[in-house]
């Protein structure tokens, strides 16, 4: 298993083979798009301007309900990084990665950060009861 370091409290949470999953409360938040498992809030989205496998991604401080796949590098335009594939608690749907490490000194800001991709996920207001 793969430590992240106190960011546990993004990862899922299984007891006696029962699934817990977090549910976010906010105006504004994102889901799964193939089974709407809650995993992030608008407040913790950092930026729109990052792409994916699928297209646009999103760039977000703190996802819930979400599993880690095996630590790798990968080479990405803006530099090698170390990442973890994240998947979804509910359906195992891929739906982004988890930032480890950054090589390059301008890409620092991404440890620690999770990318969602767009067209995995649902964008959902809530409304005011």
Known sequence: DFDLQ???DSLAET???RLFKTYLEGNVLYTCSKCSTHLSLHDQLIS???HGRTGRAFLFSKVVNVTLGPLEERIFTTGLHSVCDIYCIACHSNVGWYYEEAYEESQKYKEGKFIVEKAL??????KNK
Do not use: A, L
């Open 121 to 126: 996920m649902r964008k959902t207001t809530m």
């Open 15 to 17: 007891r006696m083979g």
């Open 6 to 8: 106190g960011k546990n």
């Open 48 to 50: 729109t301007s990052f």
